[in-house]
């Protein structure tokens, strides 16, 4: 028997100290600032409050059946009509149709509304001209159809004439751009009476576009 017996308590303290001190430095070190969610899971940051009233608004607003999101899309189609329709109004190039939008379109009816052409005045000379044909009356009837020829003639020599014109200014206003469809688009709107046409003209007659 040793003289100076060591006791058992101390060499098990001993150990069991040395193994947590070991543990402590080689457990990793963080710095950051952050606190964590105590709801959220170990290791993510705590959302900002804007971020997590925007993440409940998300789901909030999502629709929850088939009926709340058929509801839902007819409501967004109808707004977006609503909007289109005060932009065929008013010009809002920001809610036209896709046919009506560009500066190339814009500036094709400005062409045209900016002047007078035969082609807007075909409806009422059509009621004038189908009046007089149906008088039982020869000489009335031939005069119907004379003039029914006459306005034809105007309005495709009127239609080529704006069409060339139209076409130049293009190609010298906007050399870079897709001009195809404007000439058409531009012949399509001179038979429409200037009151009904859409979207509605922007400038006077005789202003220059």
Do not use: H
């Amino acid at each position: 028997m040793p003289g100076n017996p060591v006791p058992l308590g101390f060499v098990f303290r001993s150990r069991a100290k040395n193994e947590k001190d070991r543990a402590a430095d080689k457990a990793p070190v963080t710095d950051s600032p952050q606190t964590r969610d105590p709801q959220a899971p170990k290791g993510r940051p705590t959302p900002k409050r804007s971020e997590a009233q925007s993440q409940r608004r998300s789901v909030a607003n999502t629709p929850t059946t088939r009926k709340e999101a058929s509801k839902r899309a007819r409501d967004e189609r109808r707004a977006a009509l609503e909007k289109q329709r005060q932009a065929l109004a008013g010009g809002d190039e920001r809610y036209l149709p896709v046919r009506d939008k560009g500066p190339v379109r814009k500036f094709a009816r400005d062409f045209v509304d900016s002047r007078f052409s035969i082609a807007e005045f075909f409806l009422p000379l059509a009621v004038i001209i189908l009046v007089l044909s149906m008088v039982r009356v020869a000489s009335l009837q031939n005069i119907a159809l004379l003039l029914w020829l006459f306005v034809i003639v105007l309005i495709v020599v009127d239609s080529i004439w704006i069409g060339f014109r139209l076409k130049k200014q293009l190609t010298e206003r906007f050399p870079d751009q897709n001009r195809r469809g404007a000439v058409a688009y531009a012949l399509m709107r001179t038979l429409q009476m200037r009151r009904l046409r859409l979207p509605k003209p922007q400038v006077k007659r005789g202003e220059r576009p």
